[in-house]
Nanobody, 122 residues
């Protein structure tokens, strides 16, 4: 299984950015999610989505600003990030498989991508 995340970059506070994660070697019925790790901090849960797209979860810090979606025909998961803040600066990791829910933390996913850097300037 390979997860390829892309879409990171340098933006200003208040801007929007969309991350993409393409999964290969896995069928479309996988739970997927995003985590992030800010400089000097632990990796944390950001958002997850069920294989059907019906169930989504968000960390409180991004609720109302970030939206997770997926296109199963393309084995691709997206994270639309709006109203970005400097504290959103982090490496964002795509994850898949297992139980990706806030309570499972880093032990939830079966697979991890390499991450994409998002930098939000003030």
């Amino acid at each position: 299984v390979q997860l390829q995340a892309s879409g990171g970059g340098l933006v200003q506070a208040g801007d929007s950015l969309t991350l993409s994660c393409v999964a290969s070697g896995i069928d479309s019925t996988f739970t997927a999610g995003w985590f992030r790790q800010a400089p000097g901090k632990d990796r944390e849960f950001v958002s997850s989505i069920s294989w059907s797209g019906v169930t989504t979860n968000y960390a409180d810090s991004v609720k109302g600003r970030f939206t997770i979606t997926r296109e199963n025909a393309k084995n691709t998961v997206y994270l639309q990030m709006d109203s970005l803040k400097p504290e959103d600066t982090a490496i964002y990791y795509c994850a898949a498989g297992g139980a990706i829910v806030p309570s499972a933390g880093l032990h939830g996913p079966d697979y991890w991508g390499k991450g994409t850097l998002v930098t939000v300037s003030s």
